[in-house]
């Protein structure tokens, strides 16, 4: 028993560190997120996309690293498309379009990276990036198996593959 007991406190302290690596990732993972209400879920959108454009907005005049800037470009560009998309399909849906307005945390990221500066800056943007794209491809991958509006279901469904591939992208600047 107690040998038993040893071989499960050596294995935990192995995985540990693993699981503490990518907490973010990791506590999404084990708590699936039930799917938003059709309200919840424009609400969260419209945030999420002010988050990234503002965000990105300042990585394009504060980062020196090419592929911050690289990344934070292509943000603005994709999300000029999604908003379009966003739009159409909350029109078509028959919803009231949602106040643009971030989420407290996300308004006090902002205000944070307002005040780093060159590599503080980078490493800022990148974690709060990051971070919103593991929440919002969550969100996004559960409304699209099961919320509430169709119109909506397929507008989730159509953009998840390009919030993966940023989220991806963004992956790789943490390295």
Known sequence: MLRRSLCLVAFAALVTPAWA???VVNSAALRPMPAPTTEAFLLRTAAANLFDLESSQLALDKSRSSAVRAFADRIVADHDKVDA???KAVEEAGVEAPAEEMEPQQRLA???LKTKEATAFDEQYVL???TNHVETVEMYRTYAA???NPRLQKFARD???LL???LAQVKKLRK
């Open 164 to 166: 993966r591939d940023q």
């Open 21 to 23: 690596a990518d907490p």
């Open 128 to 130: 709060a990036q990051y």
């Open 110 to 112: 902002v205000r944070d």
């Open 146 to 148: 099961s919320g509430d």
């Open 159 to 161: 953009v998840l593959p």
């Open 85 to 87: 998309a966003f739009d």
